[in-house]
C-alpha cells in the first residue's frame, strides 16, 4: 500500500498549458474544516463535470499523467476506499492490506459509479468518527485529514481527466481552500486564487515568480 501512496502524492509530468477557467472567483472562507460535505459536494462536482464526457475516448492520457482518463477515474476510487479502511479501521502503525481492483474492461461509466460509492464510504466513515480518532498515513491522520485528500483526489483528477478530453473545468474555490489550509499549511496564499495555489502545490500549474513545483507532498498527519 505505502508504495502508491507516495506514487500518488508525487508530482504528475509537466503540464504546458491549462484550460481555462482554472477556479471558481466566488469569496471563498479558507478557515474552515474540512468534513464529509465538502467530499459530497466534490463528489457532486466531479460527477458534473465528468458525466456528460462518457461518450469521449478515456483511453487518453488524463492530462499530463501517464495513466488514462479511465484508469485516472479508477484510481480516485482506488483512494477513496484505502482512506475509507483506514479511518474505519483506525490502525496506527501501517495501511491495510487490501487493495481496490477496477476490473480492466469496465466502462468510463461503471468507473464512475466505482467512484461514486467509495466516495460514500469515505463520507459516511469521516461523519461517523470521532474529531479525536486517528488513523494511518505517514503518521497519524485526523478525520479532517482523510477528508481533505479524498476531496485533493476527486478535485485534482477530476481537473487531470477534464483536461486530457479537452473539457475546461472550474475547481471550486472554497474547497480548494480548505484543502490548502489543511494539507499544505505552507502554501503562499496571497499568491493566487485556491485552485490555481493547489494546482501549484500539486505541480500541475505556474505561479508568478515562482519555480514549478517538481516534487511536492502534503501535510496528512497531525501533531498531537
Do not use: N
Not at 69 to 93: E, F, K, N, S, V
Not at 99 to 121: I, M
Not at 153 to 164: A, F, N, Q, S, V
Amino acid at each position: 500500500m505505502a508504495g502508491w501512496l507516495r506514487e500518488r502524492d508525487g508530482p504528475p509530468a509537466a503540464v504546458d498549458a491549462r484550460p481555462e477557467p482554472v477556479g471558481q472567483t466566488e469569496p471563498v472562507d479558507r478557515t474552515a474544516p474540512v468534513d464529509h460535505r465538502d467530499l459530497a459536494d466534490a463528489l457532486a462536482d466531479s460527477r458534473r463535470a465528468l458525466t456528460p464526457l462518457l461518450g469521449a475516448d478515456w483511453s487518453v492520457p488524463a492530462g499530463a499523467l501517464e495513466w488514462s482518463c479511465r484508469a485516472t477515474a479508477a484510481h480516485i476510487a482506488h483512494d477513496l476506499l484505502a482512506y475509507a479502511g483506514q479511518l474505519a479501521a483506525l490502525p496506527d502503525d501501517g495501511y491495510l492490506p487490501l487493495d481496490l481492483v477496477v476490473h480492466p474492461d469496465a466502462t468510463p461509466a461503471q468507473a464512475l459509479r466505482a467512484v461514486a460509492a467509495c466516495g460514500k464510504l469515505l463520507c459516511d466513515a469521516v461523519a461517523a468518527a470521532p474529531s479525536e480518532a486517528r488513523a494511518w498515513h505517514w503518521g497519524p491522520c485526523d478525520p479532517e485529514g482523510f477528508a481533505a485528500m479524498g476531496t485533493a483526489e476527486i478535485l485534482l483528477h477530476t481537473w487531470d481527466i477534464t483536461r486530457g478530453l479537452g473539457a475546461p473545468w472550474a475547481m471550486p474555490g472554497a474547497a480548494c481552500a480548505g484543502v490548502l489550509r489543511r494539507l499544505f499549511p505552507d502554501a503562499p496564499y496571497r499568491e493566487g486564487d485556491p485552485a490555481s495555489m493547489l494546482l501549484w502545490c500539486t505541480g500541475r500549474g505556474e505561479l508568478p515568480g515562482r519555480p514549478r513545483r517538481a516534487s511536492w507532498t502534503w501535510a496528512a498527519a497531525v501533531a498531537d
